[in-house]
C-alpha cells in the first residue's frame, strides 16, 4: 500500500515552490465582464467538484444571458467549441505572453465568429463541432466583445466560467491576475472536521472510526470543544467553505496548512493544475465519506495513489503518528486567494485505548456482520455467549485463524482483520457464522482479471488508485425480475475504467435494445450501453456500483414547442442519441439544449427558403427511432 512514497515526497518538494504574482502591469489582464465594476463570483478555482476541481473561476452575469464577454487581453482564437455537454459554446484565446484564456457556457460567439461557426457546421452537417482557426483569422484587441455570455453545456445556471492556462495547457488561479472587480475580505469558514484511523492499530476515542469532531467558532477562529484522545497513525480532514463580499455562494477553500507542536506538517495550495490528474479529485476527498451522502471534505495528507503535485508535506505524507502519553497541538490555518486566513486549533491527547467503550453502534446489529474500510476486515459480534471462547474463527478453507476482540461497544465485540493478510470465506463466532460475500484482492499498476458466474472483470494498470477488495454479488430482483450485478464497495473510486462482462439470464433480452444501465437503491437508471455477444454484454465503466440490463423499446417523444421552428424532444428510458433535419431533403442545422429538451432550426441565412417539408429523425440509445413529418 505505502510503497511508492519516497519518490513522491522528493517530487513534492521539488515543485512546491512558491507561487507569485502573475499580473504584468505594462499588459495588464481585463476582467471579462463588467471590467473595471465590481463583479460576483459563483465559483473559485479549486473547488471540489464530484470528480474535478473546478478549472476556472464562475463570474455571475446578474441570473440572465447576454453579458457581453470581453477579451481578457489581446490575441487571437485558437479553439472553437459548440457542445451539448462541459462547457457548451466556449472559446479558447491564445495570448502574446503564451497563456491561453478560455471562456465557457456562452449564448453565442462574436459574429464573424458565429458565421464561421455555422458555415462549418453545414458544411460537416452537424451541430457539436470543434474547430480549430488559423492564428490571426480571429485577432481581439484587450477588451473587445469576443461573444456574449450564457448557460450552454453543463451549466446550471447562466454565468461566464473563465480560465486562463499557460502553455503547456496547466490551468492557472485568474484571481492572481490582480483584478479588482472582485473584492473579498471574508476569511474561510470552517463546516466540519473529522479524523481517521489510518492502520489497524490506530485507535480514535477507542475505536477504529473516522470519527467527526465538535467545533466552536469565535469570528475566524475554531476550537475543538473537548480534547481528543487517539493513539497511532491518523489522518486530519476537513470541510470548509469560502464566502466573497457580496455572494452568498459557497466557493471553495484553497490553501490549507497544517501545524503540529509548532512544525508543519501538511500543505495544500489549489493554485496549478494538469488537467491529466483532474479525477485524482477522487482520492483528494474522502470517496467514502461522499458517497455516503456526506460533504466533500480535503483530506490533509497525501493518500495511497494520489499523485497531484500542489501539496507540501514532511516525510510522512501528512500523516501524524500519535505516540503514547504525548500532547499535539493542532494548529490549522485556511486562505482565501485574497490573503484573508481563519484557524483552527485542537489538542490531540496520545492515550492507550480502553478495551470497554460506552460508545454505541451506529448501526441495527443482527448478531453478527462486517465492514471493510480500506485494506481492513472490522467485523461485529453480540457478545452473549457465556462460558465460550471470544474468539472469532476466520476459515480460509485450508486452514483457520482465530483473532480476539480488539475492543466492545457496550455489548458488541469488534474484530479488526488486515485483508492483505488473507481473505476469509466465513467467519464464525460461537454459534453465529457469516459467509462473506465473494471478495477479491485487486492490486494497482496491474493487469487482473475477476470472473465469477455472472461477472467478468478486466482491470489495467491504471484501473486503481489503490489496492481494491472488490465485493461481487449477483440476485434477480423478486418484484421486477431485474438481474442485478454488483461490484463493490462503492465508496471505493476507480482511477479509470474497467472492461465488465455481464452473464445475462438466456433468451431473456432483445440484442438490438437491451442496455446496461447503472442504479441504485433510490431505483434511479442511467444508460451505460454495452455490446452483446450470445447471452454475455460488455461495457465499461468507472464506477462501482450496481448494474442492470433494461430493454428499452419506445421511441423518442417529438412535439412542436411554440411554433418558433422550435421542437421538443424527449426519451425516457436509454435518452436521446441523434438527431437530424431536412427541409425538402436538404440537411439543415438544429441548435440542442438537453437541459430544456429543446431544439430549433439555426438557418443559414436569412434568404434561405423556409417552408416546404419538414422531417425530423430522433433516435435513442437503443436504436429507437422517431420521425416527425410536417409543412412549414
Ligand atoms: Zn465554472
Same mark, same amino acid.
Given at each position: 500500500?505505502?510503497?511508492?512514497?519516497?519518490?513522491?515526497?522528493?517530487?513534492?518538494?521539488?515543485?512546491?515552490?512558491?507561487?507569485? #504574482?502573475?499580473?504584468?502591469?505594462?499588459? *495588464?489582464?481585463?476582467?471579462?465582464?463588467?471590467?473595471?465594476?465590481?463583479?460576483?463570483?459563483?465559483?473559485?478555482?479549486?473547488?471540489?467538484?464530484?470528480?474535478?476541481?473546478?478549472?476556472?473561476?464562475?463570474?455571475?452575469?446578474?441570473?440572465?444571458?447576454?453579458?457581453?464577454?470581453?477579451?481578457?487581453?489581446?490575441?487571437?482564437?485558437?479553439?472553437?467549441?459548440?457542445?451539448?455537454?462541459?462547457?457548451?459554446?466556449?472559446?479558447?484565446?491564445?495570448?502574446?505572453?503564451?497563456?491561453?484564456?478560455?471562456?465557457?457556457?456562452?449564448?453565442?460567439?462574436?459574429?464573424?465568429?458565429?458565421?464561421?461557426?455555422?458555415?462549418?457546421?453545414?458544411?460537416?452537417?452537424?451541430?457539436?463541432?470543434?474547430?480549430?482557426?488559423?492564428?490571426?483569422?480571429?485577432?481581439?484587441?484587450?477588451?473587445?466583445?469576443?461573444?456574449?455570455?450564457? $448557460?450552454?453545456?453543463?451549466?446550471?445556471?447562466?454565468?461566464?466560467?473563465?480560465?486562463?492556462?499557460?502553455?503547456?495547457?496547466?490551468?492557472?488561479?485568474?484571481?492572481?491576475?490582480?483584478?479588482?472587480?472582485?473584492?473579498?475580505?471574508?476569511?474561510? =469558514?470552517?463546516?466540519?472536521?473529522?479524523?481517521?484511523?489510518?492502520? =489497524?492499530?490506530?485507535?480514535?476515542?477507542?475505536?477504529?472510526?473516522?470519527?467527526?469532531?465538535?467545533?466552536?467558532?469565535?469570528?475566524?477562529?475554531?476550537?475543538?470543544?473537548?480534547?481528543?484522545?487517539?493513539?497511532?497513525?491518523?489522518?486530519?480532514?476537513?470541510?470548509?467553505?469560502?464566502?466573497? $463580499?457580496?455572494?452568498?455562494?459557497?466557493?471553495?477553500?484553497?490553501?490549507?496548512?497544517?501545524? #503540529?507542536?509548532?512544525?508543519?506538517?501538511?500543505?495544500?495550495?489549489? /493554485?496549478?493544475?494538469?488537467?491529466?490528474?483532474?479525477?485524482?479529485?477522487?482520492?483528494?476527498?474522502?470517496? /467514502?465519506?461522499?458517497?455516503?451522502?456526506?460533504?466533500?471534505?480535503?483530506?490533509?495528507?497525501?493518500?495511497?495513489?494520489?499523485?497531484?503535485?500542489?501539496?507540501?508535506?514532511?516525510?510522512?505524507?501528512?500523516?501524524?503518528?500519535?505516540?503514547?502519553?504525548?500532547?499535539?497541538? #493542532?494548529?490549522?490555518?485556511?486562505? /482565501? *486567494?485574497?490573503?484573508?486566513?481563519?484557524?483552527?486549533?485542537?489538542?490531540?491527547?496520545?492515550?492507550?485505548?480502553?478495551?470497554?467503550?460506552?460508545?454505541?453502534?451506529?448501526?441495527?446489529?443482527?448478531?453478527?456482520?462486517?465492514?471493510?474500510?480500506?485494506?481492513?476486515?472490522?467485523?461485529?459480534?453480540?457478545? $452473549?455467549?457465556?462460558?465460550?471462547?471470544?474468539?472469532?474463527?476466520?476459515?480460509?478453507?485450508?486452514?483457520?485463524?482465530?483473532?480476539?476482540?480488539?475492543?466492545?461497544?457496550?455489548?458488541?465485540?469488534?474484530?479488526?482483520?488486515?485483508?492483505?493478510?488473507?481473505?476469509?470465506?466465513?467467519?464464525?463466532?460461537?454459534?453465529?457464522?457469516?459467509?462473506?460475500?465473494?471478495?477479491?484482492?485487486?492490486?494497482?499498476?496491474?493487469?487482473?482479471? =475477476?470472473?465469477?458466474?455472472?461477472?467478468?472483470?478486466?482491470?489495467?494498470?491504471?484501473?486503481?488508485?489503490?489496492?481494491?477488495?472488490?465485493?461481487? /454479488?449477483?440476485?434477480?430482483?423478486?418484484?421486477?425480475?431485474?438481474?442485478?450485478?454488483?461490484?463493490?464497495?462503492?465508496?471505493?473510486?476507480?482511477?479509470?475504467?474497467?472492461?465488465?462482462?455481464?452473464?445475462?439470464?438466456?433468451?431473456?433480452?432483445?440484442?438490438?435494445?437491451?442496455?446496461?444501465?447503472?442504479?441504485?437503491?433510490?431505483?434511479?437508471?442511467?444508460?451505460?450501453?454495452?455490446?452483446?455477444?450470445?447471452?454475455?454484454?460488455?461495457?465499461?465503466?468507472?464506477?462501482?456500483?450496481?448494474?442492470?440490463?433494461?430493454?428499452?423499446?419506445?421511441?423518442?417523444? #417529438?412535439?412542436?414547442?411554440?411554433?418558433?421552428?422550435?421542437?421538443?424532444?424527449?426519451?425516457?428510458?436509454?435518452?436521446?442519441?441523434?438527431?437530424?433535419?431536412?427541409?425538402?431533403?436538404?440537411?439543415?442545422?438544429?441548435?440542442?439544449?438537453?437541459?430544456?429538451?429543446?431544439?430549433?432550426?439555426?438557418?443559414?441565412?436569412?434568404?434561405?427558403?423556409?417552408?416546404?417539408?419538414?422531417?425530423?429523425?430522433?433516435?435513442?440509445?437503443?436504436?429507437?427511432?422517431?420521425?416527425?413529418?410536417?409543412?412549414?
Amino acid at each position: 500500500m505505502k510503497s511508492n512514497r519516497i519518490n513522491l515526497i522528493l517530487l513534492l518538494f521539488l515543485y512546491s515552490l512558491p507561487f507569485a #504574482v502573475l499580473a504584468q502591469n505594462s499588459d *495588464p489582464y481585463t476582467f471579462p465582464i463588467r471590467p473595471n465594476k465590481t463583479n460576483f463570483l459563483s465559483g473559485t478555482m479549486g473547488e471540489l467538484r464530484s470528480s474535478h476541481f473546478h478549472a476556472g473561476i464562475d463570474i455571475k452575469t446578474g441570473g440572465k444571458i447576454g453579458e457581453p464577454v470581453h477579451a481578457t487581453k489581446r490575441g487571437y482564437i485558437t479553439r472553437i467549441k459548440v457542445s451539448t455537454s462541459g462547457y457548451g459554446n466556449a472559446l479558447y484565446m491564445l495570448h502574446p505572453d503564451g497563456n491561453t484564456s478560455v471562456y465557457a457556457h456562452l449564448d453565442e460567439f462574436a459574429p464573424e465568429i458565429q458565421e464561421y461557426v455555422r458555415q462549418e457546421q453545414y458544411k460537416q452537417q452537424t451541430f457539436e463541432i470543434e474547430l480549430f482557426p488559423k492564428p490571426y483569422q480571429f485577432a481581439f484587441k484587450t477588451q473587445e466583445v469576443i461573444g456574449i455570455s450564457g $448557460n450552454t453545456g453543463g451549466s446550471l445556471g447562466p454565468h461566464l466560467h473563465f480560465e486562463i492556462r499557460d502553455s503547456q495547457q496547466r490551468v492557472l488561479n485568474p484571481l492572481h491576475y490582480g483584478f479588482d472587480e472582485i473584492k473579498d475580505n471574508i476569511p474561510p =469558514i470552517l463546516q466540519g472536521f473529522a479524523i481517521r484511523p489510518m492502520n =489497524i492499530n490506530s485507535r480514535i476515542s477507542g475505536e477504529f472510526k473516522r470519527t467527526e469532531i465538535s467545533i466552536n467558532r469565535t469570528g475566524f477562529n475554531y476550537k475543538a470543544i473537548d480534547t481528543l484522545n487517539a493513539i497511532g497513525e491518523i489522518g486530519l480532514e476537513l470541510w470548509g467553505h469560502d464566502k466573497l $463580499n457580496g455572494s452568498a455562494n459557497k466557493n471553495g477553500i484553497s490553501i490549507i496548512e497544517v501545524e #503540529v507542536n509548532g512544525e508543519t506538517l501538511f500543505k495544500q495550495n489549489i /493554485d496549478v493544475m494538469s488537467f491529466s490528474l483532474q479525477r485524482h479529485i477522487l482520492v483528494h476527498y474522502p470517496y /467514502d465519506v461522499k458517497m455516503t451522502d456526506g460533504p466533500r471534505y480535503h483530506k490533509l495528507y497525501i493518500d495511497d495513489g494520489n499523485q497531484l503535485k500542489f501539496y507540501e508535506t514532511q516525510s510522512t505524507n501528512g500523516v501524524l503518528h500519535i505516540e503514547k502519553n504525548k500532547l499535539y497541538d #493542532v494548529n490549522i490555518k485556511m486562505y /482565501d *486567494p485574497y490573503g484573508n486566513m481563519s484557524t483552527l486549533e485542537l489538542v490531540i491527547n496520545g492515550k492507550q485505548s480502553e478495551k470497554f467503550l460506552n460508545n454505541s453502534l451506529d448501526f441495527q446489529l443482527d448478531g453478527i456482520d462486517y465492514t471493510i474500510e480500506e485494506n481492513i476486515l472490522k467485523i461485529f459480534t453480540i457478545s $452473549n455467549c457465556e462460558g465460550e471462547s471470544e474468539e472469532l474463527n476466520l476459515n480460509f478453507g485450508d486452514k483457520i485463524e482465530s483473532i480476539k476482540p480488539e475492543y466492545y461497544l457496550n455489548n458488541t465485540a469488534v474484530y479488526l482483520w488486515e485483508l492483505k493478510n488473507g481473505i476469509p470465506q466465513s467467519v464464525l463466532n460461537c454459534n453465529k457464522g457469516l459467509n462473506l460475500r465473494s471478495i477479491h484482492e485487486v492490486y494497482p499498476n496491474d493487469y487482473k482479471v =475477476i470472473s465469477t458466474d455472472k461477472m467478468n472483470l478486466k482491470f489495467s494498470p491504471y484501473s486503481l488508485f489503490d489496492t481494491l477488495y472488490l465485493e461481487t /454479488d449477483y440476485e434477480i430482483k423478486t418484484n421486477d425480475s431485474l438481474e442485478i450485478f454488483s461490484m463493490g464497495p462503492i465508496t471505493t473510486p476507480l482511477k479509470s475504467s474497467v472492461e465488465v462482462e455481464l452473464t445475462a439470464i438466456p433468451n431473456h433480452y432483445n440484442p438490438e435494445k437491451s442496455h446496461v444501465y447503472r442504479t441504485d437503491d433510490a431505483g434511479n437508471f442511467t444508460y451505460e450501453g454495452g455490446e452483446w455477444q450470445d447471452e454475455k454484454i460488455n461495457f465499461s465503466t468507472r464506477e462501482l456500483s450496481d448494474y442492470t440490463i433494461l430493454t428499452d423499446s419506445i421511441a423518442p417523444l #417529438v412535439k412542436e414547442n411554440n411554433g418558433n421552428y422550435s421542437y421538443i424532444i424527449e426519451d425516457e428510458l436509454s435518452g436521446i442519441k441523434s438527431y437530424e433535419a431536412k427541409l425538402n431533403g436538404e440537411w439543415i442545422l438544429m441548435k440542442y439544449e438537453p437541459k430544456d429538451n429543446l431544439i430549433w432550426i439555426d438557418w443559414l441565412n436569412e434568404e434561405m427558403n423556409k417552408t416546404g417539408e419538414f422531417v425530423l429523425k430522433v433516435t435513442d440509445n437503443a436504436g429507437n427511432e422517431t420521425e416527425y413529418i410536417t409543412k412549414l
